[in-house]
Every structure is written in C-alpha cells, then in structure tokens.
C-alpha cells in the first residue's frame, strides 16, 4: 500500500469523446442548428474566390474584381465586377456606380447599379439610384428611389435561310441505289 508507484495512482487515461456527426445526430432525430433558417447576409462559400472589405475599411477610387466582393464598409468611386457578385453588408455604404453580374443589398448604395444576372434589395437595405437587371427582388421595408430598366435576353438568332442553303449544297449528295438483280425497268 505505501509502496505503490506513482503511475498506479494515477488513472489511466480516457480517451477523448469525439463530438457527434451529423449522421450520427440526423438518425436520433436531433437538429443540426437549433437557430430558426434565415438568410445570412455574411458571404455564402460555394468554392468561389472572394474578397471582404471589413466595417473599419473605407476605399475611394474604382474598384475592379475577378473574385465575390463582400463589402461591409465603405466605398466611394466605382466598383466594377462583371463576373462577379458583389454583396454589401448591413454596415456597407456604397455611394458608387455599381457593375456586377448579380448584386445583393443589405447595407445602403447611392449610385446606379447594373447587375447582368439579378439584383436583391433585401429586407432594411436602402438603394437611391436607377437599376438595369435581367431580374430584381425587393423585400417588404426595403428602401428603393430610382427608376428600373428590365433587360430581357433575346434568344440566339435562328441561321439564315442563306447560311442554311450554303450548308445544304456543301453536303455530298447520296449514293444512288444499287441495281435490283435480275430485275429490268420497264418503259
């Protein structure tokens, strides 16, 4: 009893429980978020380089992107994107002309904007400025003074008629049929 070593005084050590998977969780029937489903303004990561301009952050000038822009500050000048979404933030003060391929307001932009694909002004977001869109949403209190010009994308051309001649002739003609054996026309 007095002789006994320190180890054996100690106890052995547990290993460390590991946090449940989601499979794990989905088959007790227990939620993964107890948090009622609601749009995030944050940007969303779907594999897409991008970029943030944090709320202490104020650029002024023309800014030009390959990659999603989150703004959250402020930016003042143009902002250019055409590949792009750019977002701005419930702290984002935008007084620029705007370019993007799809825009989403929660924040507050003084400026004309041009979204190739779609603009959100969502719930509490303030946009003063004329819009050129494919496709708009604007949420319930949303704030918008401007005017909108809707886009709408014409189909791809049929082919001429001439291009399609063209194309007939530059085909080669059939074979002719092989003569039926034994067989003889008749005039």
Same mark, same amino acid.
């Given at each position: 009893?007095?002789?006994?070593?320190?180890?054996?005084?100690?106890?052995?050590?547990?290993?460390?429980?590991?946090?449940?998977?989601?499979?794990?969780?989905?088959?007790?029937?227990?939620?993964?978020?107890?948090?009622?489903p609601?749009?995030?303004?944050?940007?969303?990561?779907?594999?897409v380089?991008?970029?943030?301009?944090?709320k202490?952050?104020?650029?002024k000038?023309?800014?030009?992107s +390959?990659?999603?822009?989150?703004?959250? #500050?402020? %930016?003042?000048? =143009? *902002?250019?994107?055409? $590949?792009? +979404?750019?977002?701005?933030?419930?702290n #984002?003060? %935008?007084?620029? =002309? *705007?370019?993007?391929? $799809?825009?989403?307001?929660?924040g507050?932009?003084? #400026?004309? %904007?041009?979204?190739?694909?779609?603009?959100?002004?969502?719930?509490?977001?303030?946009?003063?400025g004329?819009?050129?869109t494919?496709r708009i949403?604007?949420?319930?209190?949303?704030?918008?003074?401007?005017?909108?010009?809707?886009?709408?994308?014409?189909?791809?051309?049929?082919?001429?008629?001439?291009?399609?001649?063209?194309?007939?002739?530059?085909?080669?003609?059939?074979?002719?049929?092989?003569p039926?054996?034994?067989?003889?026309?008749?005039?």
């Amino acid at each position: 009893m007095w002789n006994r070593n320190k180890r054996e005084e100690e106890p052995a050590p547990r290993p460390a429980a590991q946090p449940p998977t989601a499979t794990s969780l989905a088959r007790e029937g227990i939620p993964m978020n107890t948090l009622p489903p609601s749009r995030s303004p944050e940007p969303e990561t779907t594999g897409v380089r991008s970029a943030m301009i944090g709320k202490s952050v104020v650029v002024k000038g023309q800014l030009f992107s +390959r990659e999603d822009l989150y703004i959250d #500050g402020e %930016v003042e000048g =143009s *902002v250019e994107m055409p $590949e792009s +979404r750019l977002t701005v933030g419930p702290n #984002g003060k %935008v007084a620029a =002309s *705007v370019k993007a391929r $799809e825009i989403v307001v929660v924040g507050t932009i003084h #400026g004309n %904007v041009e979204a190739v694909e779609k603009i959100e002004i969502r719930k509490d977001a303030k946009l003063v400025g004329d819009i050129k869109t494919v496709r708009i949403v604007i949420e319930d209190n949303a704030f918008f003074k401007g005017s909108v010009d809707i886009i709408r994308t014409e189909p791809k051309p049929a082919t001429r008629p001439q291009q399609a001649a063209a194309a007939a002739e530059a085909r080669p003609a059939a074979p002719p049929a092989p003569p039926v054996p034994g067989g003889e026309t008749k005039r």
